[in-house]
């Protein structure tokens, strides 16, 4: 399979945050650093791209996202927009990405099937969607989770921009 280079993954999104003036801060997990690795493929990141961290187990959330409310689970939406927010405000950034989800061959301790992702962008607005891919292949779930995300960001940027 073949992929578009890093920058192209982000380009929508990294536009819009510099026309703007906005930064961006991301949380995710079964992406592997996907999402930032595209934001800061961009050169000029610097400029719109505060940070982030991949939250892999819920060692690594009590970490970099303390304060999760009791009893929520992860690869929901709900989290997803947890940890969006979470980064957005530990950052100091206009928006967040949070991204959560069984990237493959196999579903999650949760009970969610490969190609399970749930991503969710916060800033001056916010929304939180479900992708499903069908797909046990863990790089395309990947690839397609990052996408999903920096689409979201990009279409959330062009309506809540200054």
């Keep these: 399979m073949s992929y578009p280079g890093l920058a192209a993954l982000s380009?929508?999104?990294?536009?819009?945050?510099?026309a703007n003036g906005q930064t961006v801060a991301v949380a995710?997990?079964?992406?592997?650093?996907?999402?930032s690795a595209a934001l800061v493929a961009v050169p000029g990141a610097s400029a719109f791209y505060i940070g982030g961290g991949i939250v892999y187990t819920a060692q690594g959330g009590k970490v970099l996202l303390p304060g999760r409310p009791k009893g929520m689970k992860?690869?929901?939406?709900?989290?997803a927009l947890f940890e969006a927010r979470s980064i957005r405000t530990r950052m100091g950034a206009d928006w967040g990405i949070g991204e959560t989800g069984?990237?493959?061959?196999?579903g999650n301790p949760y009970g969610n099937p490969p190609g399970h992702a749930c991503v969710a962008v916060?800033?001056?607005?916010?929304?939180a969607l479900v992708l499903s891919t069908g797909s046990a292949d863990r790089e395309a779930n990947m690839w397609a989770f990052a996408k999903a995300a920096l689409d979201l960001l990009a279409e959330l940027a062009s309506k809540g921009g200054r």
């Excluded at 380009?11 to 510099?18: D, G, Q, S």
């Design 11 to 18: 380009a929508a999104a990294a536009r819009l945050l510099i």
């Design 28 to 35: 995710e997990s079964s992406c592997g650093g996907l999402i």
């Design 74 to 79: 992860s690869a929901t939406t709900d989290f």
């Design 102 to 106: 069984a990237s493959g061959p196999s």
């Design 122 to 127: 916060s800033g001056p607005v916010e929304r």
